[in-house]
């Protein structure tokens, strides 16, 4: 089986650093990507690492580690409209469809 | 290009009744995935279906759910006899090729009643 675990919950401060983790667990891995849903809106994709280590896209960067089945999503100087859920996501192991992780709200406070 | 389009993008139904939503690709995907989103919760897989073949059902329910992908035309996703725990937001995803970047539509909200 798949399972993508993330926080469920993250605040922090306009114009601060916040990193939301993702661990998971599958049977087969290619990668991990993630997602950001504003409210009643569609998720958009952000990043995707299929190899350890770092990639940065702006104020965003993601991170993967796959000896510990762990990733992460920097955002630094956050802005308000940086408020919303963030997905962490895999895909199965034949690669036949994306699995998501439960997603992080994330709330900034001015 | 246009992107992924999902309609109608609200829908009303009262229990017992017929739930049609449709999702056309991007132009040239020809990979389609299909979750439903309860509020508040996260984005769960449903069904992954290539022109003409379904190829992963695995998050579909056994009954009155069923989808398609024809040669001609939109991605269809059916629920028959709806009931008030269907009421959802259903996203359409594509793909050009397995594996690759998924790009949403802006989702069908389905509201029983």
């Known amino acids: 089986g798949q399972s993508l675990e993330q926080p469920s919950e993250v605040t922090a401060v306009e114009g601060a650093i916040v990193q939301i983790n993702c661990t998971y667990q599958?049977?087969?891995?290619?990668?991990l990507s993630w997602y950001q849903q504003h409210d009643g809106g569609a998720p958009t994709f952000l990043s995707y690492?299929?190899?350890?280590g770092l990639e940065e896209t702006g104020r965003f960067s993601s991170f993967l580690s796959r000896s510990d089945s762990y990733g992460y999503l920097l955002l630094q100087e956050l802005q308000m409209k940086d408020s919303a859920s963030y997905f962490c996501?895999?895909?199965?192991?034949?690669?036949?469809?994306?699995?998501f992780g439960s997603g992080t709200r994330l709330s900034i406070r001015p | 290009n246009a992107g992924v389009m999902q309609n109608p993008r609200h829908l009303v139904r009262r229990r017992g009744q017929e739930a049609r939503l449709r999702c056309s690709p991007m132009?040239?995907?020809?990979?389609v995935y299909w979750y439903r989103q309860l509020p508040e919760e996260g984005l769960k897989f449903m069904v992954y279906?290539?022109?003409?073949?379904?190829?992963?059902e695995s998050g579909m329910p056994k009954e009155r759910f069923s989808a398609e992908f024809p040669k001609e035309g939109p991605s269809i996703l059916r629920i028959q006899q709806v009931v008030r725990g269907d009421s959802a937001a259903y996203f359409c995803?594509?793909?050009?090729?397995?594996?690759?970047?998924?790009?949403f539509g802006q989702g069908t909200r389905l509201t029983v009643v």
């Open positions: 279906l290539q022109k003409e073949n379904i190829i992963d």
């Open positions: 132009k040239g995907h020809s990979h």
């Open positions: 996501a895999s895909e199965g192991s034949s690669a036949s469809k994306i699995i």
């Open positions: 690492n299929a190899l350890d």
């Open positions: 995803a594509s793909s050009e090729r397995q594996g690759d970047e998924a790009f």
């Open positions: 599958t049977s087969g891995f290619y990668g």
